[in-house]
């Protein structure tokens, strides 16, 4: 009998929290749209009690999605609280609520002597507190699963013993995070492995584990996990999350799929999914997939050298272990143009995992048109790029009205901008080093506004001449960073606009009060 793997999906919580990934309300409602096309079984859709946005994107997803979605929760009532509220419309709603298990976490975050005063007494607070979240959240709904932060670093019999209490709480699904991506595959292997053992009530919960890859082991220690007694996954599309990221969704599902000669697990992943799932990830996250990343990258499939090539004429599994098609690779260039018509278009998004209401659509392709004027042959990363920009707009927006730019050799680079914003026109000129530079100042001159630039990349998303070109803008203030993006055949044009909507986005953080950090204290 084959046994199956949870598959539970953090690309919207932990993914998002990768520095600079924010995703807007709209954005992580399609994603979360594509990720119930992959069939994962759980969507953490966020952390509600972290800020309003984060709040509506839970109520959102929840009300829409038929998998189970699950809301971040500290172990306190008011976070567990806003979680269930925002959860309130789900069809399938999931607590999941944590708190730090290990030393050095006790240490750092409970080092205040109301929690105790030896780390003996601070132990057994953090352990009733686990238990009074668990059964607190319990009085909401069934569905709970508990994490010991840090679990990968905590003593092994404290972890077996707070892991056995809320069990006996409540729990449905105890998490074990390898929060630091600490571990090693076999050591990681026997946590999961003893706590199977010795954990007296574990056969009324199922063992989760969360791994990220600070030392590059999170898809390895999951698999090791998984021999040992994992029966759910948590992980990110493309492998985004805190720091290096978490164990990727991908290559986990594709490890177990091609390697199925070694066990019996198998997970119910639409694996033809994986790549749209990922492009849609990349595009709305603006963290670009490295040619070389197992399974989705775009070197992936490709063969360079001869030798190569020649063997994969004569017989494809000389150097591949999985067809490109397995992961829904295309393996065609669909083009349209032109004169495609709408219907054209909706339907080629729809292959690509989006999804348009008429009016939507109405603006899409007018849009569309617009670039296929410009570029004749629109590919399907255009269409990625052009719902990745058209997703991403702020409420508010500042709009570019007029752009000019003058530069050249032996010129001093030059931008003069039109800038619209709730009815007001703006209007600057500015030099600077370079055309962008003197763009950007231009438009800082006619908002009054200024700001750090964090990082800037712009990059073609197909190949050609006329390619479209996508500007990524990162602002910095203080600690929370804006990003914004923009899209033309004119990389300065692009640039402006994805500097406008950075702008744009700090605007309405400000406007809106929306708190990005909350108290680090438990
Ligand atoms: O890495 C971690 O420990 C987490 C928990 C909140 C599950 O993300
Ligand atoms: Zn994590």
Redesign the pocket.
């Known amino acids: 009998m084959k046994e199956k793997i949870l598959v539970f999906d953090?690309t919207l919580r932990?993914g998002e929290q990768s520095p600079g990934a924010a995703l807007n309300v709209q954005e992580k409602v399609e994603i979360a749209r594509q990720l119930e096309k992959l069939g994962v079984d759980v969507i953490e859709a966020g952390f509600p009690a972290s800020s309003p946005l984060q709040f509506e994107a839970v109520q959102r997803v929840g009300s829409e999605s038929s998998a189970i979605v699950a809301a971040l929760a500290r172990a306190v009532q008011s976070d567990i609280t806003a979680a269930w509220k925002a959860l309130s419309l789900a069809q399938k709603p999931r607590i999941h609520t944590f708190i730090g298990t290990s030393d050095i976490h006790i240490a750092g975050k409970f080092g205040s002597d109301r929690y105790g005063v030896t780390l003996k007494e601070k132990r057994q607070t953090i352990l009733k507190m686990a238990v009074d979240a668990v059964s607190f959240a319990k009085t909401f709904t069934p569905d709970i699963e508990f994490s010991a932060e840090d679990a990968g670093r905590t003593d092994q019999g404290y972890l077996a013993e707070i892991i056995e209490a809320v069990i006996g709480a409540g729990a449905t699904t105890v998490n074990i995070?390898d929060?630091t991506g600490y571990t090693w595959p076999s050591e990681f292997g026997k946590k999961i492995a003893d706590l199977h053992n010795c954990v007296q009530n574990i056969g009324d919960a199922i063992i989760s584990v969360?791994c990220?890859n600070d030392l590059g082991l999170a898809v390895a220690n999951t698999l090791s996990a998984i021999e040992h007694g994992a029966r759910q996954v948590e992980c990110s599309m493309n492998g985004i999350?805190?720091r290096a990221g978490?164990a990727s969704l991908e290559e986990i599902v594709m490890a177990l799929k091609v390697r199925s000669d070694l066990h019996n697990f198998y997970t119910g992943i639409v694996t033809e999914e994986l790549y749209n799932t990922s492009r849609m990830v990349s595009t709305f996250t603006g963290i670009i997939i490295q040619p070389n990343k197992a399974i989705i990258g775009d070197n992936a499939f490709s063969h360079e050298s001869g030798i190569h090539q020649d063997g994969m004429l004569k017989n494809r599994h000389t150097y591949e272990v999985m067809t490109p098609e397995s992961v829904g690779v295309p393996q065609t260039n669909i083009v349209l143009g032109r004169h495609s018509g709408k219907h054209g278009l909706q339907s080629r998004l729809h292959a690509l995992g989006y999804d348009l209401q008429d009016t939507e659509l109405e603006t899409v392709y007018k849009r569309f048109v617009d670039i296929a004027d410009k570029k004749k042959e629109v590919y399907d990363d255009d269409l990625r790029v052009l719902m990745g920009d058209e997703r991403s707009k702020p409420r508010n927006a500042y709009e570019l009205d007029y752009l000019h730019i003058n530069s050249g050799t032996a010129s001093i680079p030059t931008a003069t901008v039109r800038i619209r914003h709730n009815a007001q026109v703006f209007e600057e000129s500015a030099t600077g080093d370079g055309p962008v530079d003197a763009c950007f100042r231009a438009i800082e001159r006619a908002l009054g506004l200024e700001s750090l630039v964090n990082s800037y990349s712009v990059r073609s998303t197909t190949a050609g001449r006329q390619a479209l070109g996508e500007a990524l803008v990162r602002i910095r203030d203080n600690n929370s960073f804006f990003n914004g993006r923009g899209i033309s055949t004119d990389i300065i044009e692009a640039s402006a606009k994805a500097y406008l909507q950075a702008l744009g986005m700090r605007q309405h953080h400000f406007e809106n009060n929306t708190p990005e950090t909350i108290d680090s204290e438990v």
Request: proline share 11%; aromatic share 0%.
């Open positions: 953090t932990d995070p929060t969360h990220h999350g805190e978490n």
